[in-house]
Each structure stands twice: as C-alpha cells, then as structure tokens.
C-alpha cells in the first residue's frame, strides 16, 4: 500500500511562516498530482494548492501570492511554503497524492495523509 506522512505544521504568529512536506512511500510506481487541503474547526476540507507531475500549480485564491506548492518526484515528497499567515489559515492540513502503483495501468488511486496541525495566533 501507500502511505502519506505529513510533517512541519506548528504554532506560529500571524505574519510568520511554516514548511509543509509530505513524503510518500510503499508501493509507487508513479505519483501524478499532488495537493494540499485543509480544514478549519467546523468547516469543510477545501482545497488549498495542487501540481502536478510536470510542476503545473494551481492554488485557492485566499492563499495566492502567500503560499508556494512544489514537489520533489525523485523523493515522491511534495511541500507547501507558507508565508505571511494569518489566523484564518488555522487548521489541519493534509495531503493528497493520486498514486500509480503498476505500470500494467494509467489509472491513479486516491490516498490521503492523516494530516498536520497548523495553528496561527494574531
């Protein structure tokens, strides 16, 4: 199977900045894209930035300009570099990879880290 760890979230003051990584191991052959959700206390996972294998990003509004996804696909790890943070991006922040494990098919699977803590005081 395949696993996604999360690793780097933290208690930081607004205006300050934290590093995400999520490393992904077991059985890959290739991993397509990638991407980071979070969720906020009583409120619903969304989606907070992406890339894909080739390094295309797309990111939430609330987030352009302050946060910056990229990936390492020789270590299957992607990061998420977040800058001036602000209260509002409180929440657990989990990983998403959709994973190839035979090259007998084109077809990912969907798997999901358990997630990451991020808290921003004001």
């Known amino acids: 199977q395949v696993q996604l760890v999360e690793s780097g979230g933290g208690l930081v003051q607004a205006g300050g900045s934290l590093r995400l990584s999520c490393a992904a191991s077991?059985?890959?052959?290739?991993?397509?894209?990638m991407n980071w959700y979070r969720q906020a206390p009583g409120k619903e996972r969304e989606l907070v930035a992406g890339?894909?294998?080739?390094?295309?990003?797309n990111y939430a509004d609330s987030v352009k300009g302050r946060f910056t996804i990229s990936r390492d696909n020789a270590k299957n790890t992607v990061y998420l570099e977040m800058n001036s943070l602000k209260p509002e991006d409180t929440g657990v922040y989990y990983c998403?990879?959709?994973?190839?494990?035979?090259?007998?098919?084109?077809?990912?699977?969907?798997?999901w880290g358990k997630g990451t803590l991020v808290t921003v005081s004001s």
């Open positions: 890339i894909t294998r080739g390094g295309s990003t």
């Open positions: 998403n990879a959709d994973v190839i494990i035979t090259f007998l098919t084109n077809s990912g699977m969907d798997y």
């Open positions: 077991g059985l890959i052959f290739r991993i397509n894209g």
